[in-house]
């Protein structure tokens, strides 16, 4: 948590900057409310907010995007199961998604789950390969992170890749009675919660930062970034809450 402190306009610019040492990418408006929260009515209006990050060349410049997994094998594909379906608590829709992460040393590959409901990764893994064991090490991660919640009514949905439709996959979802859902027309819509985790994380974090130097130094770094997005970063689809204080407020 932030530390409190007299608030000033150079208090203001160091909060401002020791955050965004942790998250580099994180937008004008999501500080404006942690700062809010932590000073109240003593915190200056939005408007003066930006000015201020104006002034102190703060304001995030627009950066660009990138883009895995491949659907030619001989699996079982399975239906898309969430169209117009909206969860409403933790543990009702995961999504599953691989994205590339780049380091001096090679390209590396990280194996995401997150709850669509309070969008807190529940799960990851990073490796050096697509294999599907990594990606299953994620999914075992979010079962235990789920401990003793009753997942029989849980969807798992992700896009037509080998690593979700291979049998261990497939036979550890039916482990739990999740119902499975994948992507249907190739289209990042179609697994949106999921592709907004890997942009914010490369958007916020990565482009921001020079490439660690290899699969250990990635895994060190992304641990720091989704301890942050998890329990520090406030999401607008949360009302401002974290993806910990959204999962928080279901126990």
Known sequence: MLEKRKLTETTTVNIVREVRNEAPGIGAYKL???LKELYAEKMVGRDKFYALLHFHHLMLKPQR??????????YHKYKNMIKNFIPTAPNELWV????????K?????????????????????????????????????????AGNSNLSKLIHHSDRGSQYCCNAYVELLNSISATISMTEDYKPTDNAIAERVNGI??????YRMD????????????????N???NKRPHMSNNMKTPAEMRMLFR
């Open 211 to 226: 490439r660690p130097e290899n699969l250990k130094d990635a895994r060190k770094l992304l641990n720091r970034i989704i």
């Open 32 to 34: 404006f409310i942690m």
């Open 65 to 74: 995007k990138r883009h895995t997994t491949n659907s030619n094998h001989h």
């Open 96 to 103: 599953a998604d691989i994205t590339y992460i780049e380091t």
């Open 201 to 206: 994380i490369k958007q916020e974090w990565l």
């Open 228 to 230: 942050f997005y998890n």
């Open 105 to 145: 040393d090679g390209v590396c590959y990280l194996h995401l789950i997150t709850d669509a409901f309070t969008h807190e990764i529940i799960g990851w893994t990073l490796s050096d390969t697509l294999m599907a064991t990594n990606t299953i090490l994620a999914l075992e991660q979010a079962i235990k992170q």
